[in-house]
Nanobody
Framework: QVQLVESGGGLVQPGGSLRLSCAAS????????MGWYRQAPGKQRELVAD???????NYADSVKGRFTVSRDNGKNTVYLQMNSLKAEDTAVYYC?????????????WGQGTQVTVSS
């Protein structure tokens, strides 16, 4: 079993910053990808950014240059630094971990944390 616990969401004004954290625990393998997805009301869940254990990073075009994903492998924790936030960034942000278990790819999700960008 894998548990993901997110923290750091909240209300921020446009142009502001927030930092999300997600700590993973349980049966974590050294080779994995951790990242962040978001889902706004009435929209599908979408990838925001992810990072492999080796440091390969992928960003959605909409957040490039504003968001930074990072991780601490020793703590099994992934972070999302969000700067220059816009109203369209408002969503529930979900932490995600992907790893291969017995030749099968497994996806794990956190409970989600609300990010609201509003004046």
């Amino acid at each position: 079993q894998v548990q993901l616990v997110e923290s750091g969401g909240g209300l921020v004004q446009p142009g502001g910053s927030l930092r999300l954290s997600c700590a993973a625990s349980g049966s974590i393998f050294s080779i994995n990808t951790m990242g962040w997805y978001r889902q706004a009301p009435g929209k599908q869940r979408e990838l925001v950014a992810d990072i492999t254990n080796g440091g390969i990073i992928n960003y959605a075009d909409s957040v490039k240059g504003r968001f930074t994903v990072s991780r601490d492998n020793g703590k099994n924790t992934v972070y999302l630094q969000m700067n220059s936030l816009k109203a369209e960034d408002t969503a529930v942000y979900y932490c995600n971990l992907v790893q291969v278990v017995r030749s099968l790819q497994r996806n794990y999700w956190g409970q989600g944390t609300q990010v609201t960008v509003s004046s």
